[in-house]
């Protein structure tokens, strides 16, 4: 079937939908099946795409150790076979599976996917509760330099001074007192 009116042939396509084939002006191609589909039937389940999985990843959970193992392009029996497979290698190990917690200290937070945060200072992972340097003692944060800071060394200079001029001309002697400006007095 071609779409189009008769001025213009090319125009539009009529949907593969075996109940549908309505004519659409932006048709929608299906990325599994390649087939062109009105906006009703553009998702995989509403035209039950054989190919749903195209370009997609599955994976699996194993149950004994947590480790995710990937199943993409298997199913039923060929999933069962590759995790029963895993379990009997010796990545499987229940005991050694330890799942990784918040470093910081009294924190007993399993951190998941969804739930943990890598500091930007520091680089370690914590859980989103101790998120900011300041919540985990962050090492940048704690780490300050020996000698005096910068403001304790302005605060020293500006003492320092004693209303001496700043100026180059001057030579550091003190400054004469500031001339007052006469007020007009009115008649």
Do not use: W
Request: net charge positive; aromatic share 6%; proline share 7%.
């Amino acid at each position: 079937m071609s779409g189009g009116t008769e001025e213009y042939p090319d125009l539009g396509r009529h949907c593969e939908h075996p109940d549908c084939h309505q004519l659409d002006f932006l048709p929608f191609t299906c990325n599994g099946c390649q087939q062109v589909f009105c906006l009703e039937h553009r998702t995989y389940k509403s035209h039950q795409c054989p190919k749903s999985d195209h370009g997609s990843r599955k994976v699996s959970l194993c149950e004994r150790c947590s480790l995710a193992i990937e199943t993409t392009g298997k199913y039923g029996e060929d999933e069962k076979k590759i995790m029963r497979e895993h379990e009997k290698s010796k990545d499987c190990d229940p005991a050694k599976y330890k799942p990784p917690r918040c470093p910081v200290r009294r924190c007993k937070e399993i951190l998941t996917f969804s739930n943990n945060a890598t500091c930007k200072s520091c680089q370690i992972k914590v859980c989103l509760n101790h998120r900011f340097p300041a919540d985990h003692a962050c090492e940048r944060l704690n780490m300050r330099p020996n000698g005096p800071s910068v403001k304790s060394k302005l605060v020293d200079a500006l003492s320092q001074r004693k209303g001496t001029d700043c100026s180059k001309d001057n030579g550091g002697k003190q400054s004469p007192p500031p001339k007052t400006l006469r007020s007009v007095e009115a008649f």
